[in-house]
């Protein structure tokens, strides 16, 4: 339990220990362990040992596989039995956030032993349930504290137990697991094995936790900052996972970068026309980004469910002509005024140009924002990381070979 640990560090250094625990039981675990990253693992297993299980797994569970492997052999008692048993599921797990099952009693405990067992240790772990399991740890019920207030000190927890329970298995995933807590709302969830064996528990409050670090990263993730950096990631680790991005995005550009050569004459020709190639660019650039945007979060939240693809693709492909005609109306008027000014006899050609390669370009933007990461779901890689640069070099290409395909052909 909580501050029982053999200290294996200089004892010259109990007082920045102690401040040191002090300050990781007040931060949320994705800071928490911020603060643990620069300390060697001694001093890191030390001060996991002297928290409570429930927030040392959880400060686990955020840490680099790697690192939280080579930890266990010096993380003793409750901490290191549970996190080497959640080692033993994927990372993307339910398994992987399991808490310690400290709250599982037999069925022939009567309430006033349970009762006293609370009140001992309710000031470091307040009990919410009581899970009944038979002596091989199967999970065959479960006490609220509510039922208890009304029992009598004689009755048996088998008594009183609820038998229809819902609980998760190890091996599913956090995204079906939150899912299933949508409709529930329940403040811990029982964690079991495939033989029903109570391996761990899991708050409902970390479930969310889990949920909104990951909506958060994503939009590091969508311009190739992985999930796993942070602030005081060093810097040439930042370099390493930061690069591979940019070398592909590069390459992505010098198709774009081809696709302008190929019009080099009519730009030579329509001189104009090179001040509007950005214009069109951000603007369907934006459009896809837009439907990007919705369809991750739809995967993040498991909203979009299968057979809704085309249903949205369709949905985004007339947001994109509704906002195409707009700014097209709008980049016209503005290409007929610049070419005018410019003393181009061709000006409202160009403006009908511009307008109806806007159209095009948003239209199909916003049909690329869905097919890339329903494609990249589909072929086994993260959506979020990969699909803006595909959507940025698909969107160049779309807008500005429009443009230039269109003047081509009905200017020369």
């Known amino acids: 339990m909580e501050g029982k640990h053999n200290s294996r560090v200089d004892p010259h250094d109990e007082p920045r220990m102690h401040q040191l625990v002090v300050a990781v039981k007040r931060r949320a675990p994705l800071d928490a362990l911020v603060l643990l990253e620069r300390e060697s693992d001694e001093v890191v297993a030390d001060v996991l040992e002297q928290l409570h299980p429930d927030l040392a797994v959880r400060i686990l569970s955020h840490m680099e596989l790697e690192r939280s492997a080579l930890l266990l052999p010096s993380i003793e008692d409750k901490i290191g039995e549970q996190w080497s048993v959640n080692l033993g599921y994927p990372e993307d797990s339910i398994g992987r956030m399991m808490e310690p099952p400290l709250e599982a009693f037999p069925p022939a405990m009567r309430v006033s032993e349970l009762t006293q067992i609370i009140r001992n240790t309710a000031a470091e772990r307040p009990v919410v349930y ?3 399991v038979e002596e091989d740890m199967t999970l065959i019920g479960l006490v609220a504290m509510r039922d208890l207030l009304f029992a009598k000190p004689e009755d048996r927890l088998a008594d009183l137990m609820i038998t229809q329970l819902f609980y998760f298995k190890a091996s599913t995933t956090v995204d079906d697991s939150i899912s299933a807590a949508l409709l529930r709302h329940y403040p811990i969830y029982p964690v079991c094995d495939e033989d029903r064996h109570l391996v761990g528990l899991v708050r409902g409050y970390a479930l969310f936790e889990r949920r909104t670090i990951e909506l958060s990263a994503q939009t590091g993730q ?41 019009f080099e004459d009519t730009i030579a020709q329509i001189v104009v026309l090179a001040a509007f190639l950005p214009v069109l660019a951000g603007q369907s650039g934006n459009t896809g980004c837009q439907a990007l945007a919705v369809t991750l979060r739809s995967m993040t939240l498991n909203e979009l469910k299968p057979g809704m693809e085309f249903s949205l693709i369709r949905k985004e492909a007339m947001l994109g002509l509704g906002n195409g005609l707009l700014v097209g109306l709008t980049a016209a008027l503005g290409m007929y005024l610049y070419a005018s000014s410019s003393g181009n006899e061709s000006a409202f050609t160009l ?27 589909r072929l086994g890689t993260d959506p979020v990381t990969a699909s803006t640069i595909f959507l940025t070099t698909a969107t160049d290409i779309v807008s500005m070979g429009l443009l230039l395909a269109l003047a081509t052909v009905i200017m020369l």
């Open 130 to 132: 009581a899970f009944v």
């Open 351 to 377: 403006a009908v140009v511009v307008l109806f390669a806007m159209l095009g370009a948003c239209i199909i933007s916003g049909v690329i924002g869905v097919i890339v990461p329903l494609t990249l779901r």
């Open 222 to 262: 969508m311009v190739g900052v992985e999930k796993e950096e942070h602030i005081g990631t060093p810097w040439f680790k930042c370099l390493l996972m930061r690069h591979p991005w940019l070398q592909l995005n590069l390459m992505t550009a010098f198709v774009a970068g081809a696709v302008v050569g190929m």
